[in-house]
């Protein structure tokens, strides 16, 4: 399970690295993409495959409404290729969605990771429920 809260900084060409806690359980290839609220999804290969691909794969072509959030995630999908000094890129594209600049969060959130701006960050946590009304949100879940 992927848990915890990480503060990085991107450095000048764009570069960060994975918590450790966080990558060994990503394991050595993990995937990039677009989330929602502002932040960045992380799966590893095998999440993205059962959570994400397998699903959408049986929609068929003619599901129109269906095509652009897949088209959406799926191109701004990206694998990550680690340096020698274990870093990777966050391509510009990703980082102009996510407002990435320098300071970064990385928050686990079970089956995925979540990278962050600082900024968005602290701007979400502000303007979202206490943590009890989202607590008792989970409620309507049924958990």
């Known amino acids: ?81 680690e340096d020698s000094a274990g870093r990777f890129t966050l391509p510009a594209l990703l980082r102009e969605f996510a407002q990435i600049d320098k300071n970064i969060v990385i928050i686990g959130v079970g089956s995925r990771c979540e990278i962050w701006s600082e900024e968005r960050w602290n701007a979400y946590n502000e303007s979202s429920l206490s943590f009890d009304e989202s607590f008792a949100k989970l409620g309507e879940f049924n958990i």
């Open 1 to 81: 399970m992927l848990l915890g809260t990480y503060f990085y900084t991107v450095d000048e060409k764009g570069r960060i690295r994975m918590p450790q806690k966080l990558k060994a359980q990503l394991g050595e290839n993990f995937v990039v993409t677009k989330g929602s609220n502002g932040c960045l999804f992380v799966f590893s290969q095998s999440e993205l495959q059962h959570a994400i691909y397998d699903k959408l794969k049986e929609l068929p072509l003619t599901a129109i409404e269906a095509q652009k959030p897949i088209r959406t995630i799926m191109s701004s999908a990206f694998e990550v290729q």
